[in-house]
């Protein structure tokens, strides 16, 4: 539970939040010579909205969005707290009243039983959680929760044990509402997180999920509602942020994407931005988040699963199937897809080879959802449907291990998965259409051969963007010349998903080639491209830019500096600015952030394992092998630092003890070359030269025209007069290298050594 803790929030990447400025069209021009500002729209509530507006009001009170947080008090709690326990893994806690108030007696900081009152409610259906203040403004949210269905107390995690000093803790910030919940559950919300202080001052608009939470703050809008209709002004909109009639498909699975899409944050939410990405990082399909034919794996908020879907691609949005307002879906059962998909030809034996009724019962057999969007729980009695609305494929089941709907919707779950295909293979026939799944599935697994099928799916446009997108990410473990290429070109597509993967992953051979391929980006109109530039460039010399550009890398700079600031509670974030100043050569600011990092959650190895090559390069040798030392205690599988530990150990003089670490770098980095060849040199040195033959074949082999890899063999044999594969290693330089004089030198010394 912990490794996927920390897997995923490496994955989320960047965490920060921003202080909105909505910004609103001018109601009327002013007649005065200078004109004046354009008029900045206000939160003014939703009891504004009622009188012109009763009906959408009427069908909002009771909806999630409506309960999604709520004071605690005799009409909002669902939980029993009458003296009631809870036991889980020697930890029983108690639910009482005191005072017309709602308590709760469990393990709070440093494992001691503590009384703690509830003051608010956290959602309602079908679990309702309990938030618990906390000294510096904290609110947080209790890992036991309330089965609003089956009316029980539950634990959250029932197979998993987070002591107190642990990140998951209750009371610690993996369940820390500011940071983690609020701007989802509130209007308005404004997080405050002062670092110097590790305090917030969180402030919201309304307590749940209001009317200006989607469609923007409303004071221009109520301004042209009080003027008389027949003097009202001709102005767009009517003065609202988001005038929700006007909107197209994609621009209304935006504007619900920032609360339902697993991503990451790029300051609050602004209505008056005109991109999802503008405030909004999604997260890709990301191994541990998403299986890898794209099916949820973990909770990603039904944005990255529906983006997916042919509904999508086909312009249907979410206000087809779910009232924008109550939340409720328009029809039940097979109705609901029917509004669009013909009776005839879906609703039909036929196509399903269901029977709709067994025993004279309803049978979910023939129902829709149950093949297209199989759910499953989260939060332990939260079920989740997938919005992918895909096709089944048992196929993919045998041939990658991934779910499908037959055995996942708990009808056939004690058939096996041959029985499922057979099944498949006689409704439509053994063929089926290449799946993407199948590519990245090759590619994870270190498949050098699956680059040409990455770019085919990155180039293909009837591929969902966030399949294109995770294809480039994927491309990186794959440098070369046609790696390049492709990612160069996608840094010119329509698409901002596309372009903002592209700046990470693309390949320069100089500063120069970097700077002209990237730099044209610090201008680019959607926010986190340019974001994301800044950062790539922010270690590079001014000197490569033009006037232009260096102005608009500080500017960007600047803002994306201010806004990881405001979100380090974050451990991420703090990483992500100590790799900013490192990349920069700032040693002392890298060092500062990283432990500020380490300070949210001590046990988050990704900057402590960056703070102990960055100690080490230093010379501060003792303190970086505790760091990496640390890390392996707490993450044996972090191969990447038991390599760090190696080449520490070794530049020690220390080599015998660094060999078994090398040995398990090397294990657990199969496809990296370089971790080879280091391992072979070491064995050689330690005497061992059938193994270290083998590593350094293994590293040739993986970078075929690496003059490193290729030398070092040459020299290996050499030395063990094995002239004969010697000289075949040294006629490989020269045939990937002819222009470099090494190979002809390498080649006349070993023939040299024969007469």
Not at 183 to 189: A, F, G, I, K
Not at 317 to 323: A, G, I, K, L, N
Not at 592 to 606: C, G, K, S
Not at 648 to 658: F, K, T
Request: hydrophobic residues 35%; contains cysteine; negative net charge.
């Amino acid at each position: 539970m912990r490794s996927w803790r920390l897997a995923a929030l490496v994955a989320l990447g960047v965490i920060v939040l921003s202080v909105p400025l909505y910004v609103a069209r001018e109601l009327q021009r002013s007649a005065v010579a200078v004109p004046a500002a354009d008029p900045v729209a206000g939160f003014v509530g939703r009891d504004q909205c009622i009188d012109c507006h009763e009906g959408a009001y009427e069908l909002w009170v009771g909806s999630d969005h409506d309960n999604a947080m709520d004071i605690a008090n005799e009409q909002t709690v669902r939980g029993d707290f009458n003296d009631v326990e809870l036991e889980h893994d020697g930890i029983t806690s108690r639910f009482f009243r005191k005072d017309d108030g709602y308590f709760v007696f469990t393990e709070g900081h440093g494992g001691e039983m503590t009384e703690f009152e509830v003051l608010y409610t956290f959602g309602i259906e079908p679990l309702q959680q309990y938030l618990i203040s906390f000294p510096g403004g904290r609110l947080q949210a209790l890992s036991v929760a309330w089965d609003t269905e089956e009316n029980r107390w539950f634990d959250l995690y029932p197979e998993s044990t987070f002591s107190p000093d642990d990140w998951l803790h209750w009371t610690r910030n993996g369940q820390n509402w500011n940071g983690m919940c609020a701007d989802c559950h509130s209007t308005n919300l404004q997080k405050n997180y002062d670092v110097a202080t590790d305090s917030f001052d969180t402030t919201w608009s309304e307590i749940d999920v209001s009317c200006e939470a989607c469609h923007g703050p409303g004071s221009l809008h109520l301004a042209w509602a009080e003027i008389d209709p027949m003097a009202r002004p001709s102005i767009e909109d009517y003065g609202l942020v988001v005038n929700t009639a006007g909107l197209d498909s994609r621009e209304q699975v935006d504007l619900c994407a920032p609360c339902h899409s697993r991503r990451s944050e790029l300051g609050d939410y602004d209505h008056s931005q005109n991109s999802f990405l503008d405030t909004q990082l999604p997260s890709l399909l990301a191994e541990g988040t998403y299986h890898v034919d794209g099916q949820i794996r973990e909770e990603v908020y039904v944005w990255g699963s529906f983006v997916q879907s042919k509904m999508y691609q086909n312009g249907v949005w979410c206000s087809d199937c779910h009232d924008a307002h109550s939340l409720a879906l328009h029809k039940e059962g097979n109705d609901l897809c029917l509004q669009c998909h013909q009776a005839a030809t879906f609703d039909a034996y036929e196509h399903h080879f269901h029977q709709k009724t067994v025993d004279g019962q309803p049978s979910d057999g023939a129902l829709c959802v149950k093949c297209h969007m199989p759910e499953q729980p989260f939060m332990v009695i939260d079920y989740r449907a997938d919005h992918s609305i895909r096709v089944p494929r048992p196929d993919l089941t045998k041939d990658l291990g991934v779910p499908n709907a037959c055995g996942q919707s708990g009808c056939h779950d004690d058939q096996t998965v041959d029985w499922s295909v057979d099944a498949f293979n006689q409704w439509y026939g053994a063929a089926r259409k290449p799946h993407f799944g199948t590519v990245l599935a090759k590619a994870r697994s270190g498949d050098s051969n699956s680059t040409g099928g990455l770019i085919s799916l990155v180039e293909d446009p009837l591929y969902p963007v966030i399949v294109r997108a995770t294809a480039l990410d994927a491309l990186r473990a794959f440098p070369g010349e046609q790696t390049s290429g492709v990612m160069q070109r996608v840094l010119a597509d329509d698409e901002p998903l596309l372009r903002v993967t592209a700046v990470d992953t693309v390949m320069a051979d100089s500063p120069e080639q970097t700077v002209e391929l990237l730099a044209p980006l610090l201008f680019d109109p959607v926010r986190v491209v340019r974001l994301r530039t800044a950062s790539r460039l922010s270690g590079l010399g001014r000197e490569y830019f033009t006037h232009d550009q260096r102005q608009a890398l500080t500017r960007e700079l600047d803002d994306f500096i201010e806004t990881m600031r405001a979100s380090l509670d974050f451990a991420a974030s703090g990483l992500t600015l100590g790799n900013l100043y490192e990349q920069q050569r700032d040693a002392t600011q890298a060092e500062y952030f990283y432990r500020t990092a380490l300070e949210v959650d001590d046990l988050f190895f990704p900057a402590k394992a960056n703070l102990a090559i960055l100690l080490s390069q230093q010379g501060r040798t003792n303190e970086s092998e505790q760091l990496l030392r640390e890390v392996l205690r707490d993450y044996p599988d972090q191969y990447d630092s038991a390599y760090s530990l190696a080449l520490l150990l070794v530049g020690e003089g220390r080599s015998d003890e660094a060999l078994p670490y090398l040995a398990r770098a090397a294990e657990g980095l199969p496809q990296r070359p370089r971790v080879h060849y280091n391992y072979g040199l070491l064995l050689a040195q330690l005497g061992k030269p059938e193994e270290a033959e083998s590593a350094l074949n293994t590293a040739r082999v993986l970078e075929p025209q690496s003059i490193d890899y290729l030398f070092a063999l040459v020299d290996f044999y050499f030395k063990r007069g094995q002239l004969d594969a010697a000289l075949e290693n040294a006629e490989r330089i020269i045939s990937a290298h002819p222009q470099n004089r090494l190979g002809y030198e390498l080649k006349a010394r070993i023939e040299a050594s024969r007469e």
